[in-house]
């Protein structure tokens, strides 16, 4: 009984040790029409002391680690850099990746390529030290569904005490149109000259006859006739 308790306060004195940094955040996610993301994230006005103890630690894994602590084994692949400004206590990451956090589908129905971008990884615990954290979870806690809509995506903007916070998602450069459904966002895109032609049916056709030609010019060349 009694080593249940010193374990259940050494746990909450843990809980009590780790302080949440005030700061202004900037997170973008931006989509490319090849369907690759570009995630970028930058945290400024950070406590002087807190910047200090942060640099020996940070590089540019961790936030993506903190990620997928939270929500899985998210994403794994990923080109990652982090640049440290001494004068404004800031820190900047930036990632580029394929294959995560947007699904591509083609209606063939409207002729559209659609991106449908999850943010709901957006909920994790950033540790910055091991005694000061930012909880993004706590942050963007509004669902996407009520940020604003700007002319290529949606925005969160607010301003707390903790600091200005701002997550934003910006679109494919073809996009034409744009809607949330709870945390994900869709972006709509027309196909390309080239999706046109893989999706036409006449395509089978063509296929069809490209075997044609080719088991007919084997057989020329091979038997000097046709069978």
Same mark, same amino acid.
């Given at each position: 009984?009694?080593? &249940?308790?010193?374990?259940?306060?050494?746990?909450?004195?843990?809980?009590?040790?780790?302080?949440?940094?005030?700061?202004?955040?900037?997170?973008?996610?931006?989509?490319?029409?090849?369907?690759?993301?570009?995630?970028?994230?930058?945290?400024?006005?950070?406590?002087?002391?807190?910047?200090?103890?942060?640099?020996?630690?940070?590089?540019? &894994?961790?936030?993506?680690?903190?990620?997928?602590?939270? &929500? @899985?084994?998210?994403?794994?692949?990923?080109? @990652?850099?982090?640049?440290?400004?001494?004068?404004?206590?800031?820190?900047?990451?930036?990632?580029?990746?394929?294959?995560?956090?947007?699904?591509?589908?083609?209606?063939?129905?409207?002729?559209?390529?659609?991106?449908?971008?999850?943010?709901?990884?957006?909920?994790?615990?950033?540790?910055?030290?091991?005694?000061?954290?930012?909880?993004?979870?706590?942050?963007?806690?509004? =669902?996407?569904?009520?940020?604003?809509?700007?002319?290529?995506?949606?925005?969160?903007? =607010?301003?707390?005490?903790?600091?200005?916070?701002?997550?934003?998602?910006? @679109?494919? /450069?073809? =996009?034409?149109?744009?809607?949330?459904?709870? /945390?994900?966002? &869709?972006?709509?895109?027309?196909?390309?000259?080239?999706?046109?032609?893989?999706?036409?049916?006449?395509?089978?056709?063509?296929?069809?006859?490209?075997?044609?030609?080719?088991?007919?010019?084997?057989?020329?060349?091979?038997? @000097?006739?046709?069978?």
């Amino acid at each position: 009984m009694k080593r &249940t308790v010193a374990t259940l306060l050494t746990i909450l004195l843990l809980f009590l040790t780790v302080k949440s940094v005030h700061a202004d955040i900037y997170v973008q996610v931006k989509v490319n029409d090849d369907s690759s993301v570009n995630l970028n994230f930058k945290i400024t006005n950070i406590n002087s002391t807190v910047y200090n103890q942060a640099k020996e630690n940070f590089d540019e &894994t961790t936030i993506i680690k903190a990620i997928n602590a939270s &929500t @899985g084994t998210l994403i794994e692949k990923y080109d @990652g850099t982090v640049k440290f400004d001494d004068e404004t206590h800031s820190i900047n990451v930036s990632y580029s990746f394929f294959n995560y956090i947007v699904e591509e589908e083609i209606n063939k129905e409207k002729n559209l390529r659609v991106f449908k971008v999850n943010t709901a990884w957006r909920f994790f615990n950033l540790n910055l030290t091991k005694n000061y954290s930012i909880n993004f979870a706590e942050i963007f806690a509004l =669902s996407a569904s009520d940020w604003g809509k700007t002319e290529n995506g949606y925005i969160y903007n =607010s301003t707390s005490n903790f600091g200005k916070t701002i997550f934003e998602v910006i @679109g494919p /450069e073809t =996009s034409i149109n744009s809607y949330v459904n709870g /945390e994900i966002v &869709t972006f709509e895109a027309p196909l390309s000259k080239f999706d046109l032609f893989i999706s036409s049916p006449y395509i089978v056709l063509l296929i069809v006859i490209l075997v044609v030609f080719i088991a007919f010019a084997y057989r020329k060349l091979r038997y @000097g006739r046709v069978l």
